[in-house]
């Protein structure tokens, strides 16, 4: 091969490999925005909590929005939605889900918190939460989905297993005759119902400062391509 089709050759892959390199690299620098702005938001609510009504939780235009937000109404007899792989000071478990309706607005999920599941993955039991209740907390927008693969709700006794939130699969799957919410709503961990909880906003993903990491080592990769590519060729240039 002459030296002038391997220099093509080795430029075309370094280069493919530059790109790609800092296209991820970029990529977790736009992740480490978002998510900075979505727990400064959540942090300047959470530190006023000032009281809205839960039927905000139904507006649409707020689906990405954060509020502190309080109501009565009534849990739905439906079963619990209990969703999977949820870590808990290094404890596997689940993030326990149930229909609430509000006095006014639309149906919503409401996050009673977390529970361990044993060795066998024998789902906990969940008793349903009868007569009228008054609620707080924070309406966030539901979990990311991620890669979607498979259903994302399976009946299992007498819970559903869900592998993501998706609020359109659990009005379908259950028999809800009007859709949910678009936002979630995250109990006061003061409130004497529900399970252990808090109000950490990325208990099992990756925090800013993480992807801005990931960031830096993508970037250091896409350099060091192009240095390893600058000096294999000059070195080239200097043989007789």
Not at 90 to 103: L, S
Not at 109 to 127: A, E, F, H, I, T
Not at 196 to 212: C, V
Request: charge should be positive; charged fraction near 20%.
């Amino acid at each position: 091969m002459s030296r002038t089709r391997t220099l093509v050759v080795g430029w075309s892959a370094a280069l493919v490999a530059i790109a790609l390199f800092a296209n991820l690299g970029l990529w977790q620098s736009r992740r480490a925005v978002e998510k900075q702005a979505m727990l400064d938001a959540a942090a300047a609510v959470m530190a006023d909590r000032t009281p809205r009504p839960l039927s905000l939780a139904s507006d649409p235009i707020r689906a990405r929005d954060y509020d502190w937000a309080v109501g009565s109404g009534t849990f739905d007899a439906r079963d619990a939605l209990l969703l999977d792989n949820q870590q808990r000071n290094g404890r596997a478990g689940v993030r326990v889900y149930r229909i609430f309706v509000p006095a006014q607005g639309m149906p919503m999920l409401v996050d009673l918190g977390w529970l361990p599941l044993s060795g066998d993955r024998k789902l906990p039991q969940v008793p349903n939460l009868d007569g009228t209740i008054e609620l707080r907390g924070l309406l966030v927008p539901p979990p990311s989905t991620g890669l979607a693969l498979g259903p994302a709700l399976v009946k299992q006794g007498d819970a559903w297993l869900m592998t993501r939130v998706d609020l359109a699969a659990i009005a379908s799957e259950t028999g809800l005759s009007v859709p949910l919410a678009p936002r979630v709503l995250r109990l006061d961990p003061a409130l004497r119902i529900g399970y252990e909880r808090d109000l950490e906003l990325l208990p099992n993903t990756l925090p800013p400062d993480q992807h801005r990491g990931y960031a830096l080592q993508w970037f250091a990769l896409a350099a060091a391509v192009l240095a390893t590519a600058l000096v294999l060729t000059f070195r080239k240039r200097r043989r007789p």
